[in-house]
């Protein structure tokens, strides 16, 4: 993906990283997709994307959001947060919230880790993906 | 015949019925004694809930001597028990005693507080409007509502405590935003149940601070809570026992 900030371009690679075929399939899409709208709200943003007529899809189709992943900055002091939505099989939105506290204009010394800590609960994102 | 008991109370009971010490010569009225030869209590008069001035009345300035007895009108006023300022009206011991704690007021008082309060926010919206002329004050009035309604950062830094709230307020409708204002956290249904996104955010809050306490959460967190019916997922950070909610979604 060409148009992505920075900070979304660290925030999808945290998101998709791990071993896993739905994982691979997903980090494909977003090496494919287009930011199609970007919003900022004043406490976070909404970016969407579009996909290119034929991308591969997660088989079955599963609506789900992926947001394992938490961030820190040296100008956010209660941090901030991530969430990927995963509609009919394909990535559609990233979301980045701060908690009561105004978006900045730029973060600054950004560092994220995972819920679970420094190593992704893989089985946990397995788990969310292939949920029947 | 010679009651004594009678003789001891007229020389004893003196000034409004109050009990005199012989020796200083001062009336007991429980929780103050009054000098009544000066017109005056001999400690200021306190109270059970913390104001800058206890029973202050803006509009009355004898309100604000803490020293005076019945605001200096000892003709249309009496003061059972030292701090109970009755308007002329009767009261026993154990309503002034609730009275002096701040359990009861009096309807003139309760209309002073009510001038009072109207009389501060006057003063701040004067302040904040001299810095911010375009502002009308119905917005300043929603803002403010808001900002007392939800947590949050004060994010515009201007004079005065009215643009501080508003600050805050104009941080608050942009978190309102960010939750309600956006198709993808499906929470439509919950604004339409609540009639508001602000009242639907104040349902989401109660209930998600009632989760974190029960599981005594801390730091960041996803729960899901239910309001309304509604299962909806809460993402947030607990700071020093106080829930900061990011973003919902159901």
């Given amino acids: ?132 | 015949m010679y009651d004594a008991a009678a003789e001891h109370a007229s020389l004893t009971h003196k000034f409004t019925g109050k009990e005199r010490d012989y020796e200083s010569g001062l009336d007991n009225f429980g929780a103050r004694y009054n000098a009544s030869s000066m017109g005056r209590f001999m400690t200021p008069d306190w109270s059970a809930k913390p104001q800058g001035v206890p029973y202050a009345v803006l509009d009355d300035p004898q309100s604000l001597n803490l020293y005076a007895y019945v605001r200096n009108n000892p003709l249309t006023r009496t003061d059972p028990n030292g701090h109970c300022d009755v308007e002329g009206q009767h009261h026993s011991f154990f309503w002034c005693v609730a009275h002096s704690a701040g359990i009861i007021q009096t309807q003139k008082e309760k209309e002073a507080e009510k001038l009072n309060q109207q009389k501060r926010e006057q003063a701040s919206w004067e302040r904040f409007h001299a810095s911010h002329p375009n502002w009308s004050y119905a917005q300043y009035r929603l803002f403010v509502a808001m900002a007392t309604m939800l947590p949050g950062p004060m994010e515009m830094s201007v004079a005065g405590e009215g643009a501080e709230a508003l600050g805050g307020a104009a941080a608050n409708a942009n978190k309102l935003f960010h939750i309600f204002g956006k198709t993808e956290p499906n929470l439509e249904g919950l604004i339409a149940k609540f009639g508001s996104q602000e009242e639907a955010y104040k349902a989401l809050l109660q209930a998600t601070e009632a989760v974190v306490k029960q599981d005594g959460v801390t730091g960041v967190f996803e729960k899901t809570v239910q309001v309304a019916g509604e299962s909806i997922t809460v993402r947030g950070n607990v700071i020093d026992g106080v829930v900061h909610i990011g973003t919902a979604f159901k």
């Fill in chain 1, 1 to 132: 993906m060409s148009n992505l900030t920075s900070l979304e371009n660290q925030v999808l690679q945290k998101l998709l990283q791990g071993d896993d075929e739905a994982l691979g399939v997903l980090r494909d899409q977003a090496s494919h997709a287009e930011v199609s709208s970007r919003e900022a709200t004043g406490v976070g943003f909404f970016t969407k994307f579009s996909l290119p007529p034929g991308a591969p899809r997660l088989a079955g189709r599963p609506t789900f959001k992926l947001g394992d992943v938490n961030g820190k900055a040296d100008n956010l002091k209660r941090g901030l947060g991530f969430l990927l939505y995963v509609d009919d099989g394909a990535i559609s939105t990233l979301e980045g919230y701060t908690y009561d506290e105004p978006w900045p204009d730029e973060v600054l010394g950004l560092t994220l880790t995972y819920s679970a800590g420094d190593n992704r609960d893989l089985s946990w994102a397995k788990g969310l993906i292939h949920k029947k």
